[in-house]
């Protein structure tokens, strides 16, 4: 008996066992265990069902000859590129095809391809493609096109755009400061150094090339600071929710990049029509609609996992630490107090500190300090960006002053990463899941008792 077939078995005990109690025995203390076992219980099953939908008609085991268009941006790297392959009829499901570096594919391409269609693999990796909705892999099959444009006209056009961008990008800065601003804007990292990716991950860093819900925050709030003047909060938050739409569009529409655009999508919503509370309920609510349409994401996509505990450190965490030390935080996203950063950023790694131990083992101490001056300046350096695109493409010959500014802030960014990462220092625990729990009861205990102490102990501070 499997792991998966015990869980639903004790799932159903548990389920049937407290709707006795609750009901046959009047022992109403039970009823909301009976509701918390038929939610986990209906999970299990959703959860279950969504292996069933990855894998839906794939035929494995032989060669085959076999049409499919390419749903998503390849990925190129030195030697190969890996394309999603949605299949046509009559066959049904999703691919991931490891094919030769060229001729280059691109999205909406649709393909022919012959050879042999494996299950995905066993472990993380295997959980991580069936996260991603792929049913199969295929490696360096006989690979020929067919035709171009199958894909959605309007993303065929905003992927048009992006290399447009890129271009301008790559013309305007020099090589490293271009490599790292396409990071950060498009999610791009195929021009960084080895040495480099290495450098972001030992101070910590590397979040902010992953156009994660602080990277679409900050687009999120510049286009509802643009259209909120000119309009009413109704149309405002529609232009700017089709703002974040396009750019999620243009940066390929990956499921992580989708997931920080609905929530970008939610801030508004919260920002224009509501108050803090309403801004937690609604993120918390578009989270839970996404765990709904991908249950597999809560288990296997640390970057939802990490991305939605800061989130939750920043939204509950943050304001509790400044009530209880009487901290004064008045500082804005587009601020340039240190104190506001450095108050989410330790909020942010406290919250995050048991996923990153259980997926890595290891956190870098220089990740807070390194991450308090990369907040500081990022939302200046991407609306600068932004401003260098748009004049390198309207005015070429005017973008070497916003290019300039531009350069000055990345070349101060790749500094502090180089620096932090040649400072070293690393914790390594491993976190198991009851470690985790653990942590998680510890850190709301502690923060309860401090909330809890005399007035007189805790004086109004200021940094």
């Not at 396009?246 to 108050?275: D, E, Q």
Request: include cysteine.
């Amino acid at each position: 008996m499997g792991w998966g077939t015990t869980m639903f078995l004790v799932l159903s005990a548990v389920f049937l066992l407290s709707i006795v109690l609750a009901f046959f025995f009047r022992a109403r203390d039970f009823l909301p265990l009976s509701c918390g076992a038929f939610i986990v219980f209906l999970g299990a099953l959703h959860f279950g069902f969504a292996d069933i939908i990855v894998n839906r008609n794939i035929p494995f085991g032989k060669d085959y000859k076999i049409e499919g268009v390419i749903y998503a941006e390849p990925e190129f790297n030195e030697k190969s590129q890996d394309v999603k392959i949605r299949l046509s009829e009559p066959y049904d499901g999703n691919l991931l095809v490891k094919i030769a570096r060229f001729p280059e594919f691109a999205y909406g391409d649709l393909v022919e391809f012959y050879g042999e269609i494996k299950p995905v693999p066993f472990g993380s990796y295997g959980n991580y493609l069936k996260k991603e909705k792929i049913g199969g892999v295929v490696s360096f099959p006989e690979t020929t096109l067919i035709s171009g444009g199958h894909g959605s006209r309007v993303r065929i056009v905003l992927l048009g755009f992006k290399g447009l961008v890129s271009g301008a990008v790559r013309k305007t800065l020099s090589y490293e400061k271009a490599a790292l601003l396409q990071g950060i804007l498009l999610g791009d990292t195929g021009d960084f150094s080895e040495s480099f990716r290495e450098n972001m991950r030992a101070s910590g860093t590397t979040h902010i090339v992953a156009l994660s819900g602080y990277n679409i925050s900050i687009v999120a709030l510049a286009a509802v600071f643009l259209f909120s003047r000119f309009l009413a909060p109704t149309r405002s938050f529609i232009l700017s929710s089709a703002f974040i739409a396009a750019f999620v569009l243009m940066t390929g529409a990956s499921p992580s990049v989708t997931r920080a655009g609905i929530m970008g999508v939610m801030l508004l919503f919260g920002k224009l029509f509501g108050n803090g509370d309403d801004l937690k309920n609604v993120l918390i609510l578009s989270a839970l609609g996404m765990i709904i349409a991908n249950p597999r994401v809560l288990v296997f996509d640390a970057g939802f996992q990490l991305s939605f505990a800061a989130f939750l450190g920043i939204a509950y965490l943050k304001p509790h630490i400044e009530r209880t030390f009487g901290i004064v935080s008045r500082a804005g996203m587009f601020s340039w107090k240190w104190k506001e950063n450095l108050l989410s950023t330790v909020s942010a790694q406290v919250a995050v500190l048991p996923i990153i131990m259980s997926y890595f083992d290891s956190v870098a101490l220089v990740s807070i300090p390194a991450n308090v001056v990369m907040l500081t300046v990022m939302p200046a350096t991407m609306t600068l960006g932004f401003l260098t695109v748009l004049v390198s493409l309207a005015i070429p010959f005017l973008s070497a002053l916003p290019g300039t500014i531009t350069e000055f802030l990345l070349q101060f960014e790749i500094s502090v990463i180089n620096f932090s990462s040649a400072l070293g220092g690393k914790i390594s625990f491993r976190f198991s899941p009851v470690a985790v729990v653990f942590y998680y009861v510890a850190l709301v205990t502690t923060l309860s008792c401090f909330a809890r102490m005399p007035r007189f102990l805790r004086r109004e501070r200021t940094m």
